[in-house]
């Protein structure tokens, strides 16, 4: 059933930020530097994405929309350094562009990955693998051009074990340009100096996190548990996407307790530009707070 009441602590303040895509913003964690790249952007239908949230939550946040009424959601990578070393978490969409009637995403582009990769210093041969969170088109896209033909491709082992899935969806191209570069993930293990996967199924099959540490702080990198930050404040809301509603709403709960603790910052992916934060409780409950970079 629909949520008819509007809470206050969703957000704790009208911020543009919340209906604009993300420029490049980056963090240090100690010797550890990560950077949000850009591809593209999409733009979501807020009731079919999150099909408990109820006309009144959009009409008291409308801080959340753009002027069409659409959520705006960021797409693109999470940049990891390490010394002369590079991981990217996700790529983003890939040079494309579509557009969908029905359903929670209206339209979405990419293409902007490579530039904004530029700008940071580094070039695609730099990055040595791509860890992704899960196999979704707009988490993949240029996973399967030339530009990243060279990487390691890291894959939670159930994700990649349930890549029929894909296929029945249409992806079958994707998953051939994947293979010949898999390598299959078990939870814990650390992928990168400072990085360590954990497998928290929900959104998909084999969907994971990844865990960034350094410095005295750490970093989760949640891809698709949360698709907009007014779930911090209803981490019972799943997504139109999600595989398991169950699952995914059990895990958010335990998530945004987690994001709440002590030097734990976050990243959304698709936050718009408010990819880097943390979970405060503001009077009646948590609510994302934006970590400016």
């Not at 958010?252 to 405060?280: N, S, Y």
């Amino acid at each position: 059933m629909a949520d008819s009441t509007a809470p206050a602590h969703l957000h704790p303040a009208p911020d543009a930020r919340l209906r604009r895509p993300s420029g490049i913003r980056s963090l240090h964690l100690g010797d550890t530097k990560v950077s949000y790249v850009p591809d593209g952007d999409v733009r979501l239908r807020p009731l079919s994405l999150l099909p408990d949230s109820g006309d009144a939550t959009w009409a008291a946040h409308p801080e959340y929309l753009d002027e069409t009424g659409h959520l705006v959601g960021s797409v693109g990578a999470l940049l990891v350094e390490h010394g002369d070393r590079a991981l990217l978490i996700d790529a983003g969409i890939g040079p494309h562009a579509f557009e969908s009637p029905e359903g929670p995403l209206r339209a979405g582009h990419g293409g902007a990955l490579p530039d904004n990769l530029a700008a940071l210093g580094r070039r695609p041969q730099d990055i040595e693998a791509v860890a992704f969170t899960h196999l979704h088109a707009d988490h993949l896209g240029w996973a399967c051009e030339p530009l990243l033909g060279h990487a390691d491709f890291l894959v939670a082992e159930p994700e990649w074990q349930g890549r029929d899935l894909l296929a029945a969806q249409g992806m079958t191209d994707q998953v051939k340009a994947l293979a010949p570069n898999v390598r299959t993930l078990t939870d814990g293990e650390e992928v990168f100096p400072g990085v360590r996967v954990r497998i928290a199924p929900g959104h998909s099959v084999g969907h994971a996190e990844y865990v960034i540490t350094g410095g005295g702080r750490r970093l989760i990198a949640f891809g698709d548990a949360m698709h907009s930050p007014i779930q911090a404040g209803r981490p019972g809301w799943s997504s139109g996407f999600d595989h398991d509603l169950t699952a995914t709403a059990g895990h958010r709960h335990r998530l945004v307790a987690e994001l709440a603790e002590p030097d734990t910052l976050g990243f959304g992916v698709h936050f718009a530009d408010v990819v880097f934060g943390r979970v405060r409780h503001d009077g009646d409950g948590p609510a994302w707070h934006p970590v400016d970079s």
